[in-house]
């Protein structure tokens, strides 16, 4: 087992409200990744970090923030959540020439 | 731009006989390819991978793959499948800028006993 680590792994939350996903890996990585997925779908990219205080999008646009002030710790954030927002999110980390290290994930439902 | 093709949604066989995954990529120079697979409501688990070296590739489970450059494909590969491996599977590739993995849209595995 990966020793990254995501909480809450299920969150039902109502509209409006704001929330944070955490992220926290204990390797040491310096990538690290958030990928949201629907259910049995394809993963896509919403942000990436090289390092503390490195952030960029993804491919997939997002309206979700994050943050990365120690390397260990690469928490998502959502200020105002909506249903569209309903999705898994899966966290990872790497180094360079390596394999990414996956979390369990999230799944997130927004009523 | 760089991709990745899984183009089969699905893929059934039966406990025993052999299976593949199929997946073709496209990415400027030398490819980093990886396979991972992913059971109901888990992260992704991480098989096995290519960065350079011999074309046939051991990784965890019983599973292998091919690297084919010709072909441009890395197919995933079991000598004889057990029921527990039906689950959801995913080609990936490091994008041109080494920055992050990109995913096919996924093959799910079925076998039956």
């Known amino acids: 087992e990966a020793d990254i680590y995501q909480t809450p792994r299920y969150l039902v939350i109502g509209t409006g409200k704001k929330i944070t996903l955490e992220c926290s890996q204990t390797?040491?990585?310096?990538?690290m990744y958030w990928y949201q997925q629907d259910p049995g779908m394809e993963l896509h990219l919403i942000h990436y970090?090289?390092?503390?205080?490195?952030?960029e999008k993804g491919d997939l646009s997002s309206e979700s923030t994050v943050s990365r002030i120690r390397t260990e710790h690469f928490p998502l954030t959502l200020e105002s959540a909506r249903p569209s927002h309903t999705s898994q999110y899966l966290c990872?980390?790497?180094?360079?020439?390596?394999?990414?290290?996956f979390g369990q994930g999230t799944r997130l439902t927004v009523v | 731009a760089q991709s990745v093709a899984q183009p089969e949604d699905q893929v059934n066989v039966a406990e025993g006989n052999p299976l593949t995954v199929k997946c073709t990529y496209s990415?400027?120079?030398?490819?980093?390819l990886f396979w991972y697979v992913q059971y109901p409501n888990r992260g992704l688990q991480f098989l096995l991978k290519?960065?350079?070296?011999?074309?046939l590739v051991k990784g965890s489970y019983g599973f292998e793959a091919e690297f084919n450059k010709s072909q441009t494909s890395f197919h995933l590969k079991k000598p004889s499948a057990l029921v527990s491996d039906s689950a959801l599977y995913f080609c990936?590739?490091?994008?041109?800028?080494?920055?992050?993995?990109?995913f096919g849209k996924g093959t799910t595995l079925s076998v039956s006993s």
């Open positions: 990872a980390s790497r180094i360079s020439g390596t394999e990414a290290f």
């Open positions: 390797m040491g990585h310096d990538k």
């Open positions: 970090s090289y390092g503390v205080n490195s952030t």
């Open positions: 990415v400027s120079g030398n490819p980093y």
């Open positions: 290519y960065i350079t070296g011999d074309n």
């Open positions: 990936a590739i490091l994008n041109q800028a080494g920055t992050a993995l990109i």
